[in-house]
């Protein structure tokens, strides 16, 4: 799908996981995730749609993951626009999936801001993804102190 930008810029994006064509789409910058999925050929019957914020506008280089029904829970599979619920002070809620959050999902977190995100996002891209949460104190930036606050929040 090729939608050509009209004064608004253009977004590049990925869509990857249940749906019937993955692969990087260009998108006008004021698209929603519902157009990456439907440019993709929208999702296949094994997709689970109820983690995916399908209203959230798309931002370049972002990556969209579809989950299967049974697999992943849908935890961290697309963006979440800024100022979202997630934040300092916010109630716990389900555990990100490392292997599946995108940088601002993860820019969410306590303690971890965009350039911190953007390391574990291209250390999980680096190295196939996280065999295990305490595996991301690899990642520059993040210490004993850091990996502690973050581990409860975090699944993968």
């Given at each position: 799908m090729r939608v050509e930008p009209s004064g608004g810029g253009t977004a590049v994006?990925?869509?990857?996981?249940?749906?019937?064509?993955p692969g990087v789409y260009r998108l006008r910058a004021d698209?929603?995730?519902?157009?990456?999925?439907?440019?993709?050929g929208g999702p296949t019957?094994?997709?689970d749609l109820a983690g995916v914020n399908l209203a959230a506008k798309v931002s370049?280089?972002?990556?969209?993951?579809v989950p299967?029904?049974?697999?992943?829970?849908?935890?961290?599979t697309t963006a979440a626009p800024a100022g979202a619920a997630g934040g300092a002070g916010a109630a716990p809620g389900p555990k990100l999936n490392l292997n599946l959050a995108t940088p601002?999902?993860?820019?969410?977190?306590d303690g971890v801001g965009?350039?911190?995100a953007q390391k574990i996002v291209a250390y999980r891209q680096a190295h196939g993804g996280f065999r295990s949460v305490t595996e991301?104190?690899?990642v520059p930036g993040i210490g004993e102190k850091k990996l502690a606050a973050l581990k409860d929040r975090l699944r993968v």
């Open positions: 994006v990925q869509v990857a996981g249940a749906v019937r064509r698209r929603r995730v519902d157009d990456a999925v439907r440019g993709a019957a094994k997709a370049d280089g972002q990556q969209v993951i299967a029904a049974g697999g992943a829970d849908g935890a961290g601002e999902q993860l820019d969410q977190l965009p350039a911190t991301l104190d690899q």
